[in-house]
């Protein structure tokens, strides 16, 4: 499951972000499907919060050769969907979500690479 929800929420992290730049930083940024579907609804931050909202927490661990130890993290889905606000800082802390993009990156980066 890492390898899809992972895309996922990539990509979901990355619409939030370039759609709605009126935060400064990560911890205040929060969207609500009121604004999400302003325009027209069904669009990829919309299908994403429809299919995840409700599902339980996700935790992952992953190997950090360099530091020699185990990394853990913990994807938080919101309860519901609804008009409320979500804060991506529930889903996921920005320092969270960084090491998450990284390993994720650095992974597909090694299967494409020759060695």
Not at 11 to 36: A, C, G, L, Y
Not at 93 to 109: C, D, T
């Amino acid at each position: 499951m890492e390898a899809e929800i992972g895309s996922e929420l990539f990509k979901f992290f990355r619409n939030v972000v370039s759609h709605f730049p009126f935060f400064n930083t990560w911890d205040e940024i929060w969207i609500k499907k009121s604004v999400i579907n302003w325009n027209k609804d069904g669009q990829s931050i919309d299908k994403f919060l429809k299919k995840y909202a409700g599902k339980e927490t996700i935790k992952y661990r992953f190997w950090e050769a360099k530091k020699r130890k185990m990394a853990y993290l913990s994807i938080n889905f919101p309860q519901k969907y609804q008009n409320d606000k979500i804060y991506l800082k529930e889903i996921l802390s920005e320092k969270e979500g960084l090491k998450f993009s990284f390993i994720l990156m650095k992974q597909i980066i090694d299967t494409q690479v020759e060695k």
